[in-house]
């Protein structure tokens, strides 16, 4: 029972290097989903999809870019890593939400990102 | 600005005793809310929801109860259990729109045996 993936738990980057992050999912989720947690805030939304080949911004989206050329895998891409971007990565993926209807997202275990 | 705020950072309960964690929210046109819970190197795991249309939602252990005039929701835990301990997240979002939540900074439940 895999769930969601993310590839790698832990990474140390020099500022100004580039790097992605993979997310893979074995429910046959729908939607998907980047968030960032730093220390003393909530989740916050990178970007998000609501499909294969579809992406949109969250609520931080600035120096990151996402791709989901598969239904079961979310990309996300730091072109040029600036301390400001250390965190701690969250993958997510839902089924569609209909009307009123909560589909809960479920999380990958996070990915680790140091920027030095 | 933090439209959804956790003010209390951690709660220590007895075992068997009620732990209540607390969310207050700024926006008035959210109408959805949820609670996570997380362990340590894990992602969060779903816990409860509630809509605006509602003041309670009940699931097995677990209340949460929602007042919208005082923008403020909590989570009861009845009876508290050392599993129960974990970092507990608030989140809401507007216009049903589940792809936007907004989270709490956390609590950190400590339940004692």
């Known amino acids: 029972n895999a769930g969601v993936t993310q590839t790698p738990k832990f990474r140390v980057l020099k500022t100004g290097q580039s790097m992605t992050l993979l997310c893979a999912q074995d429910m046959n989720h729908e939607y998907m989903y980047w968030y960032r947690q730093d220390p003393g805030m909530g989740l916050r939304l990178i970007h998000y999809s609501v499909g294969e080949g579809t992406t949109a911004k969250g609520e931080v989206p600035d120096g990151y870019n996402v791709s989901r050329l598969k239904k079961q895998n979310f990309l996300l891409g730091l072109e040029s890593a600036a301390p400001s971007q250390t965190s701690v990565y969250f993958c997510?993926?839902?089924?569609?939400?209909?009307?009123?209807?909560?589909?809960?997202?479920?999380f990958g275990d996070g990915t680790r990102l140091s920027i030095l | 600005d933090q439209q959804v705020k956790q003010n209390s950072p951690s709660l220590s309960v007895q075992e068997g005793r009620i732990s209540i964690l607390n969310c207050d929210y700024t926006n008035s046109m959210f109408d959805y809310f949820l609670w996570y819970k997380k362990y340590p190197a894990e992602g969060p795991t779903f816990l409860i929801s509630?809509?605006?249309?509602?003041d309670k939602n009940e699931d097995g252990r677990f209340t949460v109860f929602l007042n919208k005039s005082a923008k403020h929701l909590s989570l009861h835990i009845v009876p508290s259990q050392p599993g129960d301990s974990a970092v507990y997240f608030c989140?809401?979002?507007?216009?049903?729109?589940?792809?936007?939540?907004?989270f709490g900074s956390g609590t950190k439940l400590n339940v004692k045996p």
């Open positions: 509630i809509s605006s249309i509602k």
């Open positions: 989140a809401a979002s507007r216009g049903y729109n589940f792809n936007k939540f907004y």
């Open positions: 997510a993926s839902s089924y569609p939400f209909g009307g009123a209807d909560y589909q809960p997202q479920h």
